[in-house]
């Protein structure tokens, strides 16, 4: 497994070299290496493979297309016998179907009062704060039911399932159609394999989320690998996407090219000892210029600054408490930059590439 784990690093730790904004072109020698990852079962050993494949930007679908061909038998294979060994009538699936009832119901209430202007009114950052609790926790409580490797058949059924959609997604991807890597065609391959009506209603309520997860994951691992990106970076990009995750939010990707504009304009406050949005560099008056003068990949979004602590969390807090920037964090786009100046002094910027990296 430790040997797995170290190969799995290797061939990703390439994502962070070349003119492509999550690394250039994938080495040859690394290709089968990667194309093997794609053939076992271990979700978390596909997603390397499958994030450097799609950042490579080269001649490699070959070898990505190889590699899910070889895992299609199984992936099929596997999903078709838990097909006959789930009965309709299997109780999880109500236990599920509870638990994805009563966390869609607190994630929706918590993401109304997020993306609420709140005056600075602190009583409702406590109803905020009391509403987000309760969806993290009935978050965790599915999450934890639909934990792979256990040895609950329609879990297991689920994971086989979530294989199969990979395999298909990807396959058009090479292919050169739109194969979006935040959708997992779960409820299209269940119709093609005739499954059960109660497992398709049940799969119907979990698609957005079990794409949602997996999306997330593929950009955290995207973010490991980045190695441009200092830790405080990468910490605090992920701990904003585990965030708007249990809010039902798409995560941002780390970006090198505005976490640069961030860093300028960090660094600007400190040396020029000021305190604002705009600048008085002309050059440099607003974000969206800053966002230019980066030569960011596309288009600028929101920006968020804050004095007063060096981590990542105490950044997250000061926005989080404060409506405008808290809008920006849990708004659209999907592209993040983020850096520290000094010893506190923090930039936040969201944007949207033209042309998403994965």
Same mark, same amino acid.
């Given at each position: 497994?430790?040997?797995?784990?170290?190969?799995?690093?290797?061939?990703?730790?390439?994502?962070?070299?070349?003119?492509?904004?999550?690394?250039?072109?994938?080495p040859?020698s690394?290709?089968?290496?990667?194309?093997?990852?794609?053939?076992?079962a271990?979700?978390?050993?596909?997603i390397?493979?499958?994030?450097?494949?799609?950042a490579d930007?080269?001649?490699?679908?070959d070898?990505?297309?190889?590699?899910?061909?070889?895992?299609?038998?199984?992936?099929?294979?596997?999903?078709?016998?838990?097909?006959?060994?789930?009965?309709?009538?299997?109780?999880? $699936?109500?236990? =599920?179907? @509870? !638990?994805? #009832?009563?966390?869609?119901?607190l &994630?929706?209430?918590?993401?109304?009062?997020?993306?609420?202007?709140?005056h600075?009114?602190?009583?409702?950052?406590?109803?905020?704060?009391?509403?987000?609790?309760?969806?993290?926790?009935?978050?965790?409580?599915?999450?934890?039911?639909?934990r792979?490797?256990?040895?609950?058949?329609?879990?297991?059924?689920?994971?086989?399932?979530?294989?199969?959609?990979?395999?298909?997604?990807?396959?058009e991807?090479?292919?050169?159609?739109?194969?979006?890597?935040?959708?997992?065609?779960?409820?299209?391959?269940?119709e093609?394999?005739?499954?059960?009506?109660? $497992?398709?209603? =049940?799969? @119907? !309520?979990? #698609?957005?989320i079990i794409?949602? &997860?997996?999306?997330?994951?593929?950009?955290a691992?995207?973010?490991?690998?980045?190695?441009?990106?200092?830790?405080?970076q990468v910490?605090?990009?992920?701990?904003?996407?585990?965030?708007?995750?249990?809010?039902?939010?798409?995560?941002?990707?780390?970006?090198?090219k505005?976490?640069?504009?961030?860093?300028?304009?960090?660094?600007?406050?400190?040396?020029?000892?000021?305190f604002?949005?705009?600048?008085?560099?002309?050059?440099?008056?607003?974000?969206?210029?800053?966002?230019?003068?980066?030569?960011?990949?596309?288009?600028?979004?929101?920006?968020? $600054?804050?004095?007063?602590?060096?981590?990542?969390q105490?950044?997250?807090?000061?926005?989080?408490?404060?409506?405008?920037?808290?809008?920006?964090l849990?708004?659209g786009?999907?592209?993040?930059?983020?850096a520290?100046?000094?010893?506190?002094?923090?930039?936040f910027?969201t944007?949207?590439?033209k042309?998403?990296?994965?």
């Amino acid at each position: 497994m430790r040997l797995c784990l170290v190969l799995l690093f290797s061939l990703c730790a390439q994502l962070a070299f070349g003119e492509h904004p999550l690394g250039g072109p994938l080495p040859a020698s690394l290709r089968k290496a990667a194309a093997d990852q794609l053939t076992v079962a271990d979700p978390a050993r596909r997603i390397g493979a499958t994030v450097r494949f799609r950042a490579d930007g080269s001649d490699a679908a070959d070898d990505f297309r190889g590699g899910l061909n070889r895992a299609e038998p199984t992936a099929t294979g596997n999903l078709r016998r838990l097909l006959q060994l789930v009965k309709p009538t299997d109780p999880v $699936i109500d236990q =599920l179907k @509870k !638990q994805v #009832e009563e966390y869609i119901t607190l &994630r929706d209430a918590a993401k109304t009062l997020v993306q609420t202007d709140h005056h600075k009114d602190k009583q409702k950052f406590a109803e905020m704060d009391k509403a987000y609790a309760a969806a993290d926790k009935a978050y965790d409580r599915l999450m934890r039911t639909l934990r792979p490797g256990g040895n609950i058949p329609m879990v297991q059924l689920l994971d086989a399932l979530q294989w199969a959609a990979e395999v298909k997604r990807d396959l058009e991807f090479c292919d050169g159609k739109s194969a979006s890597l935040e959708k997992l065609p779960l409820s299209e391959v269940l119709e093609i394999e005739n499954g059960p009506d109660p $497992i398709k209603d =049940l799969v @119907k !309520q979990l #698609e957005p989320i079990i794409s949602l &997860r997996e999306y997330q994951r593929a950009v955290a691992t995207a973010h490991t690998v980045a190695k441009w990106a200092k830790s405080e970076q990468v910490q605090y990009a992920n701990l904003l996407n585990s965030r708007r995750e249990i809010l039902g939010l798409k995560p941002f990707l780390l970006s090198e090219k505005l976490s640069e504009a961030a860093f300028g304009h960090s660094e600007e406050m400190v040396k020029l000892k000021y305190f604002a949005h705009e600048s008085p560099v002309e050059k440099n008056k607003t974000p969206w210029d800053r966002v230019r003068n980066a030569q960011f990949e596309g288009d600028g979004g929101g920006e968020c $600054i804050y004095a007063g602590g060096p981590t990542a969390q105490a950044a997250h807090t000061g926005w989080w408490y404060s409506d405008g920037h808290r809008l920006i964090l849990y708004g659209g786009g999907n592209s993040q930059g983020i850096a520290r100046f000094g010893g506190g002094t923090w930039t936040f910027m969201t944007g949207s590439f033209k042309k998403y990296p994965l």
